[in-house]
């Protein structure tokens, strides 16, 4: 069973800094793209960053130049780091991956998502 991880959600005061983990597990051949998306109150989930099994990332224009992402050495992991947060960042923070369990089995997957609040 393949599981996204997430952590480092919480409360911060606007300008601060945030940096949010997910570690997938399980039984992983490989793993394509990882990305971060959030879903505000009301609103319609929405892509943060992603990154490519190559290090190609791509951001949402509202949090370019605040906001970066990378993975770990294994490849397993994504990390996005939260710089100049605004009160507009709240949100919960889901990870998902393109993650292959085999030869011709691939699918996304999701994590249960972490809460971000940024509020003075």
């Known amino acids: 069973q393949v599981q996204l991880v997430e952590s480092g959600g919480g409360l911060v005061q606007p300008g601060e800094s945030l940096r949010l983990s997910c570690a997938a597990s399980g039984i992983i051949f490989s793993i394509d793209a990882m990305g971060w998306y959030r879903q505000a109150p009301g609103k319609q989930r929405e892509l943060v960053a992603t990154i490519t099994s190559g290090g190609t990332t791509n951001f949402a224009d509202s949090v370019k130049g605040r906001f970066t992402i990378s993975r770990g050495n294994a490849k397993n992991t994504v990390y996005l780091q939260m710089n100049s947060l605004k009160p507009e960042d709240t949100a919960v923070y889901l990870c998902?991956?393109?993650?292959?369990?085999?030869?011709?089995?691939?699918?996304?997957?999701w994590g249960q998502g972490t809460q971000v609040t940024v509020s003075s």
């Open positions: 998902n991956a393109g993650i292959w369990t085999g030869v011709l089995n691939r699918r996304e997957y």
